[in-house]
């Protein structure tokens, strides 16, 4: 067992405010560092784990919405059906990760809304689709941004539709320095 004596001041920051605002508010202007927890409910109390290199991933939001002719639904050959390419650019966006991601990287990407249409009977004149992605490095966020963008227009465009992507970033992964977890771990 390990004895220390803090020769400092350490202030427990409670969920509700970031370090930023409490910068802005001038509350850590005496504060040297900053240790960030999260809380995770499936570990046994009263331990702290801690891991260094990256934890937690970056999220990152993505809308997509696939435009085409839409019509009655008798005469499809006329029309621009945008729920066929919707369909296939799903499934391409599952399977690119095994394609273009290393293996010793990390990503998830999954389309959590699908919407289009509101009858029976018409070919609506768009599909929209939503979902997130969670990555562990700028690399591979702006790789899985490249391939999403090139599958949905080359996709949209094979069924004479277009696309339009959205991406709305998220707060950086978080990635712990070695030294700093070996410090908490003596000091805990």
């Not at 970031?18 to 046994?44: F, I, Q, R, S």
Request: glycine share 6%.
């Amino acid at each position: 067992r390990i004895h220390t004596t803090f020769i400092c001041a350490v202030y427990i920051i409670i969920v509700g405010m970031t370090p930023l605002c409490l910068c802005v508010l001038g509350c850590l202007e005496a504060v040297d560092e900053v240790y960030g927890m999260h809380n995770w409910p499936n570990k046994p109390l009263p331990y702290i784990f801690v891991q260094s290199g990256p934890v937690m991933s970056r999220p990152t939001k993505l809308d997509i919405t696939v435009k085409g002719k839409g019509g009655h639904s008798s005469v499809p050959h006329m029309l621009a059906d945008p729920i066929l390419p919707a369909a296939n650019i799903a499934m391409s966006i599952n399977t690119m990760m095994s394609r273009n991601i290393h293996c010793h990287e990390s990503a998830v990407c999954a389309l959590t809304m699908i919407h289009s249409g509101e009858v029976y009977n018409a070919i609506p004149d768009e599909c929209k689709m939503s979902g997130a992605m969670r990555t562990l490095s700028d690399g591979v966020c702006e790789t899985l941004k490249k391939r999403i963008n090139t599958i949905c227009e080359g996709t949209a465009a094979a069924y004479d539709c277009s696309c339009s992507v959205e991406f709305i970033e998220g707060y950086p992964p978080v990635v712990n320095h070695a030294e700093v977890c070996v410090c908490v771990c003596v000091c805990v």
